[in-house]
């Protein structure tokens, strides 16, 4: 999967050209949010963990990190991340370009609350260089597999 993957996506929707493609790396939140111009919290991180033997997506902002309890009382697990290899196998999209968008079948997507305090978010697309421009409304519609949203993560209300 890549870049090109979640263009074609988009297609369908009529939004492959609101894909942005950058000559640096966003890689990661704050590279990402140099790159758009907006501040961390407002891009939208993949966090990719297995549930049940199954790759899960949990999106949230920029700013907010899982919280282990809260994880546990949801999925009844301990939160265990996909290592980079199991990243690109299971969900198909290598670290850094992670997205809720042209992924594989039977990846789960969660968004959580921490996004809903901004009008739009900037998740990946794909690629270590790329984000699509999204309202919380938009994002939900989008991402593939989505199954709730819910209150994952902490950090971000402090």
Known sequence: MSIAAVREYFAQFGMADQVLEFETSSATVELAAQA???IPARIAKSLSFKVDGKAILIIAAGDAKVDNAKFKAHFHT???MLTPEEVTELVGHAIGGVCPFAIK???EVY???SMRRFETVFPAAGSS???IQLTCDQLEQYAQHFVAWG???KGWQE
Do not use: I, M, R, T
């Open 151 to 153: 209150d994952f993560c």
């Open 111 to 113: 968004l959580d609350e």
């Open 129 to 131: 260089n790329s984000a």
């Open 78 to 80: 301990k939160a265990k």
């Open 36 to 38: 758009v111009g907006v």
């Open 105 to 107: 079948e039977g990846v």
